[in-house]
């Protein structure tokens, strides 16, 4: 950061209030304890936690030093690296980055405006549109392909973004079987699982389950990760007055606990592994039922939620930039905007929810391109109020005045057009949209919706984009891992395996 | 004379007021009330006030639940003398509910148990990650009329498709309704796998679950016809 120059942010939280809700995560570790899965129970006797002991109920009390201890282990910091091997997220700091939403089962058809099942074609068309957005460091597992075996859709989709994309990957298992597949894919296009392990590509998302529960496969995921080296993300996801307290303060709380836990569990296993203090937090619809993810005080809980795992020095994830709108229409501009500047401003490390309609429901290209606008006038924001100025040999240097230095130039004719620093200055200053966003005078043309420059932005992405050429070998490996999971899940089911071209 | 207590009735179901109904329960019995009328035309009042305050968006899903067991208390008291007097309440209907397979999300299931429960159904709560052989066993066990499967997660949504396929090859159906819901459960995927309803929430369920019982009973009378 430059001298004198105040970075715009905004805090929810108190430090006596992080204090608080840290003490009280801690006493819900001891009381009533965190349930957990058969996978982790050894790991955590041998740690001196005993595991149900008294009703055999799976439920382990963690004592605050050992949860200490594993926070003190886990790093501060860590980058994905793109495949030509550059760091492209910094997971740490404040620094902010946006990846699409992940594991729909629905796609916004944009003719029909109807939702149908997505398919293999739908995450290629979301991969080349993000691939193409640099408002994106990241690609998600955006959308189920339901034209692949359910048994292998996790592996399968993961196969399909590393095919079409350069670009880091946010994603997750759907089984403990799945992981194993998917680390082999990320080994096999990284060259070895040493080099996964030095210069990761993807994060996984794990999940506990609300409240307090560290289910048999979210255990499981947890200790493979931290074992194979390949970053986590704890997903906790209480939902405030449904699985959770009512209260946002009650429900950070119980975030903390759940990610507590899980940084305990990984830590153990793989005491200096990469682990994100991540979550998908929010409020229960009194009415529906329903978890509103545009909901401002969703977007308080992401916030809180960051700030609490920021305060203990930790890489920090949220889900905003969606809205519960069906279709792309106001609400999902003005719920997707609000949060993508609101997590912006809480300097969260990876914000994933972009293109996502019908609270994480139903997946929508067109929403993507208009919701990278949002993001890109977020990161602006950010960015703050910089000074600075621009000296004849053309280097952009901060300046000793202002203004007074043009207006020498200028005087009083206005001329500010023709100025020099006017030219090498303006895109800094300025986020210059794309033509999703209309500034244009009106014209002879009857003014254009939102929805159909989007459409045509979209298609102008995807038109743009070069497929990456990968390695005969390579593509030849990724193949044979996921024929041979497809075989395995096949051959357990006693189903012939039948994968979609793509 | 007992209309202002009958209105009292109803106004602790409305209140969400458990021990308040009990305590309007236990006076009707001393009052020599008969039972089934302080349901009729008491509590259950309030409790269909409840779900039409809930259905326009008066009322909250805390308010419903609130009400649901202010409803609970009061049967509990009543019921005893019900069974006394051979004056039951007739179940509306027996229902097996459980969230699918592998699924541990049980709060919609649990809400749509509270609200029928509370509504006159018999519920056979079989819990969460309930295998498609369970479902069928207690369906049979209890000579249910409708098996209700929920799923959150779009992963376990096929665990709804294998529930009906078991009541499928029990031979169970048409006679079982299957109906489904769940956050992810669309009318489409409904009708994808053959289940007789979904609904989007548990008071839509309350409906679903009396239209589908007027089939039952109508299957019932002619199936009787036919026979007679």
């Known amino acids: ?116 099942l997505s398919e293999t074609r739908d995450l290629v068309r979301i991969v080349q549109v993000t691939e193409g957005l640099p408002q994106f460091a990241a690609q998600s597992t955006a959308v189920v392909c339901n ?154 809980l992401n916030m809180a939620c960051a700030e609490v795992g920021k305060h203990l020095g930790l890489p920090t994830h949220g889900y905003l930039v969606a809205t519960d709108s069906k279709l792309v229409d106001a609400q999902a501009g003005a719920e997707s905007a609000r949060s993508a500047m609101l997590g912006a401003l809480a300097g969260i490390n990876m914000i994933s929810g972009a293109g996502m309609l019908e609270s994480l429901a139903c997946f929508s290209v067109e929403k993507l391109v208009i919701d990278a606008e949002s993001i890109a006038s977020a990161q602006r924001l950010a960015r703050g109020i910089e000074v600075r100025g621009h000296d004849v040999r053309g280097d952009d240097v901060c300046s000793e005045t202002l203004a007074t230095a043009m207006f020498a130039q200028t005087g009083l004719s206005g001329e500010f057009l023709k100025l020099k620093e006017t030219r090498a200055l303006f895109r800094q200053e300025q986020y210059l949209p794309s033509p999703v966003i209309d500034r244009s005078a009106r014209g002879a043309e009857p003014p254009s919706d939102v929805c159909r420059r989007a459409r045509s932005r979209v298609d102008e992405l995807v038109s743009k984009y070069r497929k990456p050429s990968l390695p005969e070998d390579v593509l030849r490996k990724f193949q044979a891992i996921v024929d041979r999971e497809a075989a395995r899940e096949a051959n357990r089911a006693g189903v012939a395996a039948d994968l979609p071209r793509n | 004379m007992s209309d202002p207590l009958f209105q009292a009735m109803r106004q602790s179901i409305i209140d969400g007021a458990p021990e308040k109904a009990a305590e309007l329960a236990q006076q009707a019995l001393a009052n020599g009330v008969d039972p089934l009328e302080a349901v009729n035309r008491g509590f259950a009042v309030g409790i269909k006030f409840a779900g ?28 005893p003398e019900m069974l006394k007097r051979g004056s039951e309440r007739e179940a ?45 066993a207690k369906a049979k066990e209890v000579d249910a009329d409708i098996v209700g499967v929920s799923a959150l997660l779009t992963t376990t949504m096929a665990g709804q498709k294998a529930v009906i396929e078991a009541l499928d090859r029990n031979g169970l159906r048409p006679r079982v309704k299957a109906i489904i819901g769940g956050a992810a459960v669309t009318s489409k995927w409904a009708a994808e796998i053959g289940a007789d309803g979904y609904s989007r929430n548990a008071i839509d369920a309350l409906e679903l679950a009396k239209n589908l019982m007027r089939k039952v009973m109508n299957k019932d009378m002619n199936t009787g016809t036919a026979l007679a």
């Open chain 1, 147 to 300: 034209d692949a075996p359910s048994a292998i859709g996790d592996l399968y989709r993961l196969f399909v973004v590393l095919q079409h994309s350069d670009k880091p990957v946010v994603t997750g298992s759907f089984s403990a079987a799945g992981l194993e597949g998917m680390i082999d894919l990320l080994a096999a296009d990284s060259g070895s699982a040493e080099k996964l392990r030095q210069q990761p590509r993807a994060v996984f998302d794990v999940c506990p389950s609300p409240p307090l529960n560290w289910s048999e496969f979210g255990s499981h995921n947890l200790l493979d990760l931290a074992r194979a080296g390949v970053p986590a993300e704890i997903v906790s996801m209480p939902l405030a007055g449904g699985t959770a307290p009512v209260t946002l303060a009650g429900s950070v709380t119980q975030h903390a606990a759940e990610v507590l836990a899980g940084i305990t569990l990984h830590q153990l296993a793989g005491p200096g592994s990469p682990v994100v203090w991540g979550g998908a937090p929010a409020i229960f619809d009194m009415r529906t039922g329903g978890a509103p993810m545009g909901a401002v005080e969703t977007a308080m």
């Open chain 2, 92 to 136: 509306l209907g027996k229902i097996v509910l459980g969230t699918a397979r592998g699924d541990i999300h049980d709060i919609g299931k649990n809400l749509v148990a509270t609200i029928l429960s509370a509504s006159g159904f018999q519920i056979f709560d079989l819990g969460t990650s309930v295998t498609p052989e369970q479902f069928v």
């Open chain 2, 52 to 79: 039409d305050q809930f259905g326009c968006g008066e009322m909250f899903l805390p308010d419903l639940l609130a009400s649901a067991e202010a409803m609970k208390a009061a049967i509990k008291i009543l019921e």
């Open chain 1, 1 to 116: 950061m430059r001298p004198g120059i105040q970075l715009p942010s905004i805090q929810l939280l108190s430090p006596g209030l992080i204090g608080r809700i840290l003490r009280e995560a801690f006493e819900l570790l001891m009381s009533p304890g965190v349930r957990v899965g058969s996978a982790v129970v050894e790991l955590l006797q041998s740690a001196g936690v005993e595991v149900g002991v008294a009703a055999n109920d799976g439920v382990a009390r963690l004592p605050e030093p050992l949860v200490r201890q594993c926070l003190a282990s886990a790093p501060r910091d860590f980058y994905l690296y793109n495949r030509q091997g550059e760091k492209t997220v910094h997971y740490g700091g404040d620094d902010v980055h946006f990846d699409p939403g992940s594991c729909c089962v629905q796609m916004l058809d944009p003719g029909t405006l109807e939702a149908r």
